[in-house]
């Protein structure tokens, strides 16, 4: 049982340049007041997730697979799979952009919408999972969140959005080791 | 008091804090609350605990009695009284369901029931207290007998369900199974006479008028001839079963129809809903709040509506609402934010 990356010939794209925000607070502003989030903010908490997400995915996969047939083959091919040829993040990859965020911060709601790379990723649920994860960590209490695959990105599209906002689903899938582990190895480094 | 008139408020007697993660479900300890026994209920969430909570006699306020932890591995997600009161059973991810005895006040784990493959997501006791139900996302139904001693047997297996199934429920007073799913259906099981055998006697689906996504739970009226259900497809619908209206099968079953579907009132997916003893239906919602509805006697209107609506009633999703036990108007619910609140149901002057 061979498995390989669901997309070799990944397009890398620029990362964009951060917009710097500049706090201007006048003095008779109400300090208790909700702030505000933007599209940028939501985006800035995303875009590093998962620069693991392509290399780690597929092997935590494989040394599952491995545990249960011990088989020297897969070794073989996680080894491969570990060349460091793919350290991109979702950013990277355009996966999620900051046009994939859409904000409504009145109504305390964010969308975001992700495309993957290939049609028939099988690891759209993992990502969604993170970003699910991810957003729930990083944004006040009081946002709901919906995400969402691309329309017409994947061939599963209705299964994996009912599945990624059923969070009963999501919940026992992040307690779950191994999913847990590969969402925990995806954001590491968007606390570093 | 005429529920179709005056107005009402859902007034919040107390928030109860102490679970550090979010709150998935609750129960009215049945046996409590009346005669001079002050009323008890347990709660169960993501923190992995159990916990029991009781009306203080003196001052009506409510504190915790018991923390279960170190029995359940993963989150706890659903949680059931025995009619009597006495046993408390716990559904959790962790694969397996607990009994818990109420031994002079401390609770103890006094069986565990393994079979499920994954996830276990609800938990009910039937009317007469000697059998269990269980559901996992394996998409199976098991069907357990409550030996003496408290130990359980598994009698049955139903497959059926083509997904997780996510909540059990048996009808309050006769020996049948309700089951809802992702799948979007509601399923009706039946014993084949003496034979500890059962089988699917009617399956609610889109093609019936059910629910077009998930259905979350449901629950019955007083009288166990209507039943409500509510799903990720933002409606409530009721249900009815009337021998008058459709005849009962060869084996007595009368099967179930479509009555009414409520929409429109929640934003966002409907976990919980409940039925209370006189009538009135609350459900809670994953745009935080809480909706009560009642039937509606006028001739040419609804068959139900809107009897008040609790916007924020938690800061974040409302995963179960249940009305007390007994003859009183209160409600219990329990959220993502951590707390469980209890609301009594008041007119307004």
Known sequence: ?192 | MDLLEGNFELKEIQKLEGHTDRVWNLAWNPATGISGIPAMLASCSGDKTVRIWQQNSFDTSWECKAVLDETHTRTVRSCAWSPCGKLLATASFDATTSIWANVGGDFECVSTLEGHENEVKSVSWNPAGSLLATCSRDKSVWIWEVLPGNECECLSILQGHTQDVKMVQWHPFLDLLFTCSYDNSIKIWAEDGDSDDWHCVQTLNEASNGHSSTVWALSFNATGDRMVTCSDDLSLKIWESDPKATPPAEDGFTPWRHVSTLAGYHDRTIFSVHWSREGIIASGAADDAIRLFVRNEEVDGPSYKLLLRKEKAHEMDVNAVQWSSQETRLLASASDDGTIKIWELASVA
């Open chain 1, 1 to 192: 049982m061979v498995r390989e990356l669901s997309n070799k010939n990944h397009v890398v794209y620029e990362r964009k340049k951060r917009r710097i925000h500049h706090l201007v607070v006048p003095a008779d502003v109400d300090e208790y007041a909700i702030d505000p989030i933007d599209q940028q903010e939501v985006f800035d908490i995303l875009k590093n997730l998962g620069s693991f997400n392509w290399i780690w995915a597929p092997f935590f996969f494989l040394i599952f697979v491995a545990v249960i047939f011990i088989s020297l083959t897969v070794l073989h091919h996680i080894r491969d799979i570990k060349d460091p040829e793919y350290p991109y993040t979702l950013e990277e990859l355009q996966v999620v952009t900051e046009d994939s965020v859409e904000i409504n911060d009145k109504r305390s709601h964010v969308r975001v919408t992700f495309t993957p790379t290939v049609g028939n990723c099988s690891l759209a649920p993992a990502i969604g999972l993170c970003l699910q994860v991810k957003l729930m960590r990083s944004l006040p209490s009081r946002y709901k969140v919906d995400i969402r695959v691309a329309p017409g990105t994947l061939h599963n599209e209705a299964a994996v959005n009912k599945q990624l906002n059923d969070k009963e689903r999501t919940a026992a899938a992040s307690e779950n080791p191994i999913m847990g582990q590969l969402v925990e190895e995806c954001l590491a480094p968007t606390y570093e």
